[in-house]
């Protein structure tokens, strides 16, 4: 499913040194300057089912100009930028010629001024700590220009988001009648995601492409204590998700082959006594994330693991093995379900 949560329509208009220099002055060889006037128009919640309040939001924007050499000829730096509001940008000055432009938004403050090289940019990484619902870094691919005298429209651009969404969604118990199981309960009594990749690079070079850092940046989610009670045969009803987090990137980058360190979620229950059995038995389950991959209508159909800009529903299920082996932490069914979670369209229009 494609959403489409945020439109931005900008206005392009890059005048050139065919101006007189009073009209446009050359500040420190840039002989061009971009105007653009944001428009933002939000969809309702009924059309974005996936998006969760102000994920799509954008609060800062800087738009980057580099030229071939990758010296940074131009940014626009716009530090309180409103969803809700028509929002007019002008004066960006950069260079003409062959040139590079990649727009980050929600970056920390003074981001851009710490960006003085294509290459600086390249290697910057967006910290998942700095990653909040109404805070997610998104960025464009790069768009490549060979800016002229005149005018130059840039056609439309797309921001993505960095980091993905993990959520789970149920939890359930399914003994199938066995005996000395049928009718008892389980207590969640603690989950988490482990192995969870603690920065990602801001951007990809090309339209939703790999941001993974690869290396030892692995952490574990904080601990959620859901105290949660499950009875075997009667599958409850979650009106809202038990545990969800943002994550970054973690598959490989973008192939179907096994990786060392997948993305975990996992789950520490107990067995509970009844009036027939009176031990209780305590495991920690762990599931790797869309181990087998599955399909879905995106940008990466059938992918395996954790991808930027996704949404994974996961379903997690005790059933009649689950608590048999102390050592098989494995028995337990874990159902991922991908979402598209969309892009943030960001058309550029020629003035």
Known sequence: ????????????????????????????GKDARISVNLKVQKRTKAEDPNELPGEAKINTLAIFVFAEDGSKTGVGNYPNVEAEYEYPIEGIQAASGNSRIVAIANAPANFESTIQSY?????????????????????SEVITKNLVTGDNP?????????PARLQVAGIYVNFKGKEGLAGRQVKVERI???NVRTD???????????????GDNLTATPVHTPDLVITDGVRPTYNDFIYHRYVMENAGMHNTEEIENPTQVKITATLLPNEEFDTTITKTFIGVINQNGVHVTGKHDGHKYVYRNYVYNITLTFGENSFEEEEDVTALGVQVTVVDWGDVEYPWIDD
């Not at 910057?124 to 997610?136: D, F, H, K, R, W």
């Open 1 to 28: 499913m494609k959403l489409r949560n945020i439109i931005l329509f900008m206005c392009v208009a890059i005048a050139f040194s065919a101006c007189r220099n009073e009209d446009l002055p050359d500040l420190n």
């Open 119 to 139: 290459d600086q940019l390249d290697a910057a990484l967006t910290q998942l700590s700095a990653q909040s619902q109404t805070n997610l870094v998104m960025s």
């Open 200 to 214: 990602a690079h801001y951007f990809s070079v090309d339209d939703w492409g790999v941001v993974e850092n690869k």
């Open 192 to 194: 988490w995601f482990d």
């Open 154 to 162: 840039l056609g439309e651009v797309l921001l993505t988001r960095v």
